[in-house]
């Protein structure tokens, strides 16, 4: 009778086990993500109310009215088993938290991929975009073509050919559905207000890793400096807004496309950004020297003020790495590493990153 | 020893089910949620070339460039043990996918409640809307207060007074959320820009189940015409756009608020309404009589009207269930009767209703 109860209990502990624990799965198995909690939520932002006295006859009149707007807008999703600290993906111009979601050609992007890897994830649209669309400054969208500009801006070729080699999938669907995964600015962009609300994010999720990708890298290091729940920083192309001390700004790069500058903030705001590890990734087709071509210059000229900014926060005592991925031999990544064809690799570099700075 | 295996064997089996069947779970217990796969993607829509051919070094001339719009987004998970059908949910006037995601007061929505009972969910933003805001026509959004107008029109209270027994909880930071969850129009509202949109979100989804809320009511009658993979409709407190036959839309209602009017389509057209159930709710604190609110005056005309689509679409063989909640007993419920706080006996209606029509 002893051996019948300790054969039980051995087969029901292991299958306990099974339900209840979801080891690291590939992307795109059978295997489904057991989801503990999920929900969304609006965090941040502010509001005003029009002088007056508002009248329930008078509906349209905005007297005495309120308005509430510029927080982001976070879709969260935590796994059984889920690992200590989630991570907060923010998406970059002109997009909103589908850079995190099924890529163009049909793949489980990062969002699921982190998932099944057992992380919290906390897909956020930024104030003025997308679900966060309540903007407390006014706007005009017009629906100006620009597919071009940014089919190159995006590395993925020099329209209307695809880069040799390129990480991207060269068919109709696919194009038709990376167009129509981005969304307008409904008002200015604002770094400020940006960093607010995602500094308001953490405050949710408590501490935390943040993805973020191209103009999000800008806010993003703001975000950082304004709250300390940021732990960690994966910053993938970030465009711009590189912050210095003040006094450590380098000198502008111009490119034939614009002229990157460095910001400036107090050397203790800046100090923030060497109190956590920070991951720093670039794609291929950058080139090496100045070409007359607006979109590969403009990212000849961030790459190099990429390293000028990893200098400067190293030598203040940071952490920051910075992965050229051709000189890994990973080749024919667009701006977009976390949706290209080889995006589980990307996804792995991450992974061991976190795990080596002992986040996950 | 035959026992034992026999012990055994009824252990394994009860464990194996408990991990791969997932009963109707109530929500917000600590049961997972099983996905076996999730995912986004762009539905319909239409697109446009700029004349002139476009220069590389120019990208932000619009001479040759490409722009998509007018997609519906849609954000899917399906559990595993999925049932037949799906359920394609639609948000109403101001809002984007939110209404069916976590409430302002912190619980599971229709998103979680409808997975838990092993319905496959889609949440979309329609055209113009949300994470869809690429629109084919120039929009300009302004700040204007206008929070007092919505609580008064969604049936919550006549601002600052909350209804008596009103459904919806009455602290501040619920408020503050539920405002939130608006987002503006980046173009104009087009019933057949979105039926269309909607229509292939079906395509690509399959026969389904089509949930509305509001002023996704009206394009989501047009949404079923044009595709007959629409299998039934519950609508949620439809607006304004009641869809009649030729020669039989009745007189309009004016209301203190604005004047209800249906809308003709041919009878071929309108016949598409008659070969589907469909399931029409509406909540509390609608007055039998005219008042001179117009918020409250506006939803007396609405449900009167909705009596007589009804009975339009029942005399030509349809089978349109119209439910006004309080003669059923259930009361406070406000025009987010997905949100309430009774959501969980409002989708219990609506799972019986489904079952009665063999939906599930």
Known sequence: MMMIRTLLAVAMVSLLAACTTIPDVPPG??????????????????????????????????????????????????????????????????????????????????????????????????????????????????????????????????????????????????????????????????????????????????????????QGGGPGWLTAIKNAKVKAIVAFEPGSSFIFPEGEVPAPIPSAFDTVQGAAVPMAQFMALTRIPILVLYGDNIPAQAVDLPAQDSWRARLAMARLWRETVNKHGGDVTLVHLPELGIKGNTHFLMSDMNNVKIADLVAKFLADKGLD
């Open 29 to 214: 198995t059978a295997v489904p993500i057991q989801i503990k909690e999920q929900g969304s939520f609006a965090a941040g932002g502010t509001m005003t109310t029009a002088p007056g006295a508002f009248d329930p006859r008078k509906p349209m009149a905005p007297d005495g009215q309120t308005y509430h707007g510029d927080h982001a807008y976070a879709f969260y999703q935590i796994p059984v088993n889920v690992r200590k600290m989630p991570i907060v993906m923010w998406h970059g111009a002109g997009q909103f938290s589908k850079t995190w979601e099924t890529t163009a050609d049909g793949r489980e992007g990062f969002q699921n991929i982190f998932l099944r890897r057992r992380f919290g994830v906390y897909l956020i649209d930024q104030p003025r975009r997308g679900n966060a669309g309540r903007s407390m400054v006014a706007a005009t969208i017009t629906p100006t073509p620009d597919e071009q500009l940014w089919f190159n801006q995006f590395r993925i070729g020099l329209w209307p050919n695809y880069f040799e080699g390129v990480q991207f999938a060269q068919d109709a669907q696919t194009r038709n559905q990376f167009f129509r995964s981005m969304t307008p600015n409904t008002g200015p962009f604002d770094m400020a207000v940006l960093s607010d609300a995602v500094a308001a994010v953490f405050d949710r999720t408590g501490p935390g890793i943040l993805f973020t990708h191209s």
